[in-house]
């Protein structure tokens, strides 16, 4: 059977995360858990965590019960079998342009029939205690999240080729980069930009695929949760801390 989150996401209901992007402390995973949000993005396109603090990360995140999702910057099997085995809840591949790359995600993410992905059991991500290996394998495929994040014009010119590929979950918008790929950096606002957002977001709802999208500006979650929109994932532990750390500069210059 699909996970809590799988199914939580296929029922349509609305998730609210956040990026994890510097900071490898394991614990800041309970921090942002106490805090209320619902799964963690691991940013391991930008970020520059090594395979051990993932891991430990992960870990934190499956004693918690807290879905964690590894944003990768392409689907090389080392990697994806890597994360896996820790035991990630599953994978966002970033730039995801082309069907191709959607279907190498699901090639190395998950096991046959569906993809390749390499058999190790003995590992993190059974709790080192597996079932039967065709009832693991069977329960391992139906748990596994696997979303693309389209970026680029091509990504959404090919949108539909995209969600319909077997084991995507489904897409979430990188709207700074897409931004740019529009030649309007920083105008996410920018009506192609709101043309392309919006196509990928009703090709997902056409297809009954959740779609989200990564933004710290509220008010722009807001308005495409308004639209459909069910995947939520909102600033990150540095920009929580750049916010609060310079909201208490500001209260204490008032009194200086």
């Given at each position: 059977?699909?996970?809590?989150?799988?199914?939580?996401?296929?029922?349509?209901?609305?998730?609210?995360?956040?990026?994890?992007?510097?900071?490898?402390t394991p614990n800041v995973v309970r921090i942002l858990h106490a805090c209320g949000f619902e799964f963690l993005l691991v940013d391991c396109e930008h970020g520059y965590f090594d395979l051990s603090q993932t891991a430990a990360i992960v870990s934190v995140c499956g004693c918690l019960g807290m879905p964690v999702i590894i944003r990768i910057p392409e689907a090389g099997r080392e990697l994806v079998t890597k994360y896996m085995d820790m035991g990630a809840t599953g994978l966002l591949l970033s730039m995801t342009s082309t069907p191709e790359q959607a279907k190498q995600l699901v090639k190395y993410a998950k096991y046959a029939p569906l993809g390749q992905r390499g058999i190790s059991v003995q590992r993190?991500?059974?709790?080192?205690?597996?079932?039967?290996?065709?009832?693991?394998?069977?329960?391992?495929?139906?748990?596994?999240?696997l979303f693309v994040q389209i970026e680029t014009r091509e990504g959404i010119k090919n949108i539909e080729d995209i969600l319909s590929i077997d084991g995507i979950d489904g897409a979430m918008i990188g709207p700074n980069d897409m931004a740019g790929d529009f030649g309007c950096p920083g105008q996410i606002?920018?009506?192609?930009?709101?043309?392309?957002?919006?196509?990928?977001?009703?090709?997902?709802?056409?297809?009954?695929?959740?779609?989200?999208?990564?933004?710290?500006?509220?008010?722009?979650?807001?308005?495409?949760?308004?639209?459909?929109?069910?995947?939520?994932?909102?600033?990150?532990?540095?920009?929580?801390?750049?916010?609060?750390?310079?909201?208490?500069?500001?209260?204490?210059a008032a009194f200086r």
């Amino acid at each position: 059977m699909k996970s809590d989150f799988r199914q939580r996401l296929h029922d349509g209901e609305c998730v609210l995360g956040t990026m994890l992007s510097e900071v490898s402390t394991p614990n800041v995973v309970r921090i942002l858990h106490a805090c209320g949000f619902e799964f963690l993005l691991v940013d391991c396109e930008h970020g520059y965590f090594d395979l051990s603090q993932t891991a430990a990360i992960v870990s934190v995140c499956g004693c918690l019960g807290m879905p964690v999702i590894i944003r990768i910057p392409e689907a090389g099997r080392e990697l994806v079998t890597k994360y896996m085995d820790m035991g990630a809840t599953g994978l966002l591949l970033s730039m995801t342009s082309t069907p191709e790359q959607a279907k190498q995600l699901v090639k190395y993410a998950k096991y046959a029939p569906l993809g390749q992905r390499g058999i190790s059991v003995q590992r993190a991500h059974t709790g080192y205690n597996p079932p039967p290996l065709s009832q693991y394998i069977k329960e391992a495929n139906d748990r596994t999240v696997l979303f693309v994040q389209i970026e680029t014009r091509e990504g959404i010119k090919n949108i539909e080729d995209i969600l319909s590929i077997d084991g995507i979950d489904g897409a979430m918008i990188g709207p700074n980069d897409m931004a740019g790929d529009f030649g309007c950096p920083g105008q996410i606002e920018n009506p192609e930009v709101e043309d392309g957002i919006s196509k990928v977001l009703s090709t997902a709802l056409h297809l009954h695929k959740p779609c989200g999208i990564i933004s710290s500006n509220i008010q722009m979650l807001n308005k495409w949760h308004s639209r459909g929109m069910t995947i939520l994932s909102c600033n990150s532990e540095v920009g929580m801390m750049l916010k609060a750390g310079k909201e208490i500069v500001k209260e204490i210059a008032a009194f200086r």
